[in-house]
């Protein structure tokens, strides 16, 4: 069976940059799989979900192939690319504020993609879009309601309703949550989950929190300047992290469960877009950095003894062992 | 809550009341802060948390009760010239969420701490050139970016020249409205460890608002659970974290994501509250 979502190979050049914005990006996101891209900003994380709807920035030129359910969508003429948009991927955006026209009605933003591209009756679209308003828990009145006239929480599910209307096969959430309270953002999920469950669609999961990542995805990927620094299951990924990034995110992070005290920050900042890179992108920040860091750009390897996941460290087994040191230490 | 005897408070909130209308945004809040002490304010939006800071600060005006700082009442009519209104700005700073908007585009980095110092210790501007160099060094930057434009600096840099604009008159009390939510957890945890430093160096106190349990419990001693307006729950933060009393408290400790999470139940558990 062919993955819902598969990205090879992905580049992405914007002009201006002096080494690509995305350099090589593999990932892939099966039929009822929530997978989440974690990274900081400037990562490339954003871009890698958007590049999936080929909304892309301008000048931005691609190499790869970013196929949904096996059609590539970099190659799409502009009708093919209409249908993939209405039909078969949906984008949830951060802040619904700002992707909801606050001057039009809620029933007009739910039913307009299939209305225009769809040639679907007025009516049918409407009884669509009361279906799926309820599939999010939200009653029929909000048809006739204003934007403004809605808490962001509710917002955030119409927004989802309409990610819903055209029974897509992937939905690309980008940060859906981070605008949200903290108890709104458990129902969002909750939703987000549930309806993954009954509607059978694949969920690419973007964003920068690594215990909401750990809490709901089923595989991870962790994105360090426009690369895939690791991936793996969820919770192999987060108990033993095998890329330097990923241990020093975790360790940097403020949690509840931390030990107390002053947090370790990862010293530095992240390489700029104006410098070109050798080696390892994380190398200038990483505590296990050698010569070959700087020189030679670390492959993706498997992890021994664990199939599933992949690193890209030349280190990855000093990083191990030291794990395994503290943890005996514990 | 840690009692605190008089003289050891720095800054005391006692009754304090604002409306919006018919909307009681803040409802009898009480609390105090311990000189060189850390207190967090926690709530979700609409909690009353930012306005009780605003209303600390002086940007908005309460419907009753009293802030005093050092034991003096902010909110006394008497002040209200230029001079009780710079005094006033030098016991309690801010920092704010987004440092683009809290930095003006066009000017310099140096400039925006010369400017604060001029208009505060006028008397010792031979003094300031130095005193600008040493707040950057506070704040670890240096000179490179006291020449840079704010657009020039990562969002982190901006975060710092912000709180060595706020430290720049050596304030009494040091007011974080949920000033590292817009940094990326990596240069949120340089600034959490910088904000630990200056406290212990100066013994400043620090009013921390945030949504973020896991930074609370980094950064502060005491804490305040606000909703609706009102404090539900207040103490030394590691109890209240460990054992929340109010059910509001513990479903904010719940709807905190980790493994084996179980979001259903929270919305469930928010809709009995």
């Given amino acids: 069976m062919t993955n819902t979502l598969e990205i090879d190979g992905l580049r992405l050049h914007l002009p201006g940059a002096a080494r690509p914005v995305l350099a090589g990006i593999d990932l892939t996101v099966g039929a009822r799989e929530t997978v989440a891209l974690v990274g900081e900003s400037g990562s490339g994380k954003s871009l890698t979900s958007r590049s999936v709807l080929r909304l892309l920035p301008p000048g931005a030129t691609t190499e790869g192939r970013v196929a949904v359910q096996g059609q590539d969508v970099l190659t799409m003429d502009a009708k093919q690319l209409r249908q993939l948009r209405t039909h078969t991927a949906a984008m949830i955006f951060q802040d619904p504020r700002a992707a909801i026209n606050p001057l039009r009605r809620i029933g007009d933003f739910l039913t307009e993609s299939l209305r225009l591209n769809a040639d679907t009756p007025a009516q049918q679209a409407d009884e669509r879009a009361v279906r799926m308003l309820d599939a999010v828990g ?19 599910r119409v927004m989802i309703a309409s990610a819903l209307m055209g029974d897509p096969a992937l939905i690309l959430a980008d940060e859906p949550t981070t605008a949200l309270d903290v108890t709104t953002q458990a129902e969002v999920v909750g939703l987000l989950d549930d309806l993954r469950e009954r509607f059978g669609t694949g969920l690419l999961f973007v964003t920068h929190d690594l215990g909401l990542a750990a809490a709901i995805s089923d595989r991870v990927y962790v994105m360090y300047a426009g690369r895939i620094a690791e991936t793996g299951p969820a919770e192999a990924l987060f108990d033993r992290p095998r890329h330097p990034y990923t241990a020093a995110l975790l360790r940097s992070t403020p949690r509840l469960d931390a030990p107390q005290g002053r947090l370790a920050a990862i010293k530095g900042q992240p390489p700029s877009l104006k410098e070109e890179l050798t080696g390892c992108p994380f190398a200038a920040r990483c505590p296990f950095a050698t010569q070959a860091c700087a020189e030679e750009l670390p492959p993706h390897r498997p992890v021994p003894g664990e199939p599933d996941r992949l690193v890209a460290c030349h280190h990855s087994d000093q990083l191990a062992d030291q794990l395994a040191g503290s943890a005996a230490h514990d | 809550m840690t009692d605190v005897s008089d003289d050891q408070r720095v800054l005391e909130v006692a009754g304090l009341h604002r409306a919006f209308g018919s909307v009681q945004a803040v409802h009898d809040v009480s609390f105090c802060l311990a000189r060189g002490g850390s207190l967090g304010i926690v709530g979700e939006s609409g909690s009353g948390k930012t306005t009780t800071a605003r209303i600390i600060v002086g940007l908005e005006r309460a419907d009753s009760g009293r802030v005093l700082v050092r034991g ?15 005094e006033r700005a030098r016991e309690v700073q801010m920092v704010f969420q987004d440092p683009f908007l809290s930095l003006d ?6 400039s925006v701490l010369r400017e604060t110092l001029r208009l505060h210790v006028p008397e010792a501007k031979a003094d300031h050139d130095r005193r600008v160099e040493e707040l950057l060094d506070q704040v670890g930057l240096g000179a490179r970016e006291a020449g840079a434009m704010p657009r020039q600096l990562s969002g982190g840099q901006r975060q710092r020249v912000a709180i060595a604009r706020a430290l720049a008159v050596e304030p009494a009390v040091l007011v974080l409205d949920e000033a590292v939510a817009a940094l990326d957890v990596s240069v949120q945890a340089q600034i ?19 949504h973020d349990l896991g930074v609370v419990r980094c950064v502060t001693e005491d804490v305040v659970v606000m909703r609706h307006g009102r404090i539900v729950e207040s103490g030394r933060t590691a109890e209240v974290l460990a054992d929340p009393q109010h059910a509001y408290t513990r479903l904010l400790l719940d709807s905190v994501p980790r493994p084996g999470w179980n979001p259903k139940a929270i919305a469930v558990a928010r809709r009995a509250l």
């Fill in chain 1, 138 to 156: 939200l009653g029929e009145r909000v048809l006739r309601q204003y934007p403004g006239q809605l808490s962001g929480g509710m917002l955030q």
């Fill in chain 2, 72 to 86: 003096r009442d902010r909110s006394a009519a008497a002040g209200r010239g230029r001079g009780a209104r710079l």
């Fill in chain 2, 105 to 110: 585009p066009r000017v310099t980095v140096g």
């Fill in chain 2, 192 to 210: 959490l460890n910088l904000l630990a430093d200056i406290r212990q160096d100066t013994g400043i106190g620090y009013l921390f608002i945030t």
